[in-house]
């Protein structure tokens, strides 16, 4: 599965809209997009995937450039429960056997 | 939409002892769960993957006579810690795939197991 690069923390105002990027760069045709957040002690929360369209859900969007090689998770109105390390994995969307290599990811911090 | 529910949550236990840590899929069926395993401050690291119906597969340096995994229907994995030592206090998370939903649908993840060896 193709690598991933993210920030290592950000910050962000309460209320306002978080952007957390992520660059996957050698990401090949059939690897999906997926983001991932944990929140202390506890499991991974999935918050959504994609392969090469925009998408949205109740939690957040997801945007991912044309060349694919770059995306961008858009939590629209950060709120303080929001802070937690969101991770952003690529992963092969045939293989259903296949595993998720998680990185170091994004430290979020909502901040009132 | 999938749940993945991992008990206990919380178990301590002395060194030499086993601890056996539950995962089940409550709302679909598994026939491969993944065990991960996070230490403090770091990222989860891949395990084994658990098969039903047949042996585990480990990852590079985890020690199967160690972390017994068993997948005996389609809803439930266990890992069973081995005569349990201090090293191997951690943070224990289970997920699993509901393939109903297709080979790209995403893991669902237990809540951990936060086991302290004394």
């Known amino acids: 599965d193709a690598k991933t690069t993210q920030p290592p923390s950000m910050d962000c105002a309460e209320g306002r809209a978080a952007n957390l990027p992520c660059n996957h760069s050698?990401?090949?045709?059939?690897?999906?997009v997926y983001w991932y957040r944990q929140i202390h002690s506890q499991g991974p929360q999935y918050i959504i995937h994609g392969l090469k369209n925009n998408e949205t859900n109740e939690m957040a969007s997801l945007i991912i450039t044309e060349d694919r090689k770059s995306s961008t998770l858009i939590l629209p109105h950060a709120t303080l429960r929001d802070t937690a390390v969101y991770y952003c994995i690529v992963r092969e969307g045939n293989n259903a056997g296949n595993m998720l290599t998680f990185g170091g990811g994004t430290r979020l911090m909502v901040k009132p | 939409g999938a749940v993945v529910s991992q008990h206990p949550s919380r178990v301590i236990c002395k060194s030499g002892t086993s601890v056996k840590i539950e995962c089940r899929s409550l709302?679909?069926?598994?026939?491969?769960m993944f065990w991960y395993r996070q230490f403090p401050k770091q990222s989860l690291m891949l395990m084994a993957t658990s098969n039903e119906g047949s042996k585990a597969t480990y990852e590079q340096g985890v020690e199967k006579d160690k972390f017994l995994i068993n997948h005996a229907s389609l809803t439930l994995s266990t890992l069973t810690v081995t005569s349990a030592h201090p090293e191997d206090s951690s943070f224990y998370i289970c997920?699993?795939?509901?393939?109903?939903?297709?080979?790209?649908?995403?893991?669902?993840f237990g809540n951990g197991t936060r086991l302290t060896v004394t």
């Open positions: 709302d679909f069926q598994a026939t491969t």
């Open positions: 050698t990401i090949s045709g059939n690897e999906y």
């Open positions: 997920s699993a795939r509901d393939l109903g939903q297709g080979a790209h649908s995403p893991l669902h």
